[in-house]
């Protein structure tokens, strides 16, 4: 079975904090860059954070400080610690599994809502 399953999106108002996870198989989380996306309305989907299978991490330049993405290896998980958000954090955010050579996967996105 190959899926993810994102958990933790919700309501939160302004500087508020939430923690997306996203719960992988095996065969699609050992040896594999996951990576959170979000998409808003009207927008295109924008790279939000990428933790590698080596433990390396790249964030979108938004961020600035405010996100943390970690994996627990031994879980097959991955999570995105959010703090300090702003209206504009608010989005569909996706989890994404990829390997060079192999399939890519998505997950059904979790919303995250931030009120002003």
């Known amino acids: 079975q190959r899926e993810l399953v994102e958990s933790g999106g919700g309501v939160v108002q302004f500087g508020g904090s939430l923690r997306l996870s996203c719960a992988a198989t095996?065969?699609?989380?050992?040896?594999?860059?996951m990576s959170w996306y979000r998409q808003a309305p009207g927008k295109q989907r924008e790279l939000v954070a990428i933790?590698?299978?080596?433990?390396?991490?790249n964030y979108g330049d938004f961020v600035r400080g405010r996100f943390t993405i970690s994996r627990d290896n031994a879980k097959y998980t991955t999570s995105l610690q959010m703090n300090n958000l702003k209206p504009e954090d608010t989005a569909v955010y996706y989890c994404?599994?990829?390997?060079?050579?192999?399939?890519?996967?998505w997950g059904q996105g979790t919303q995250v809502t931030v009120s002003s």
């Open positions: 994404f599994s990829e390997r060079e050579g192999y399939a890519d996967y």
């Open positions: 095996n065969l699609i989380f050992k040896h594999r860059d």
């Open positions: 933790i590698r299978s080596d433990g390396t991490t």
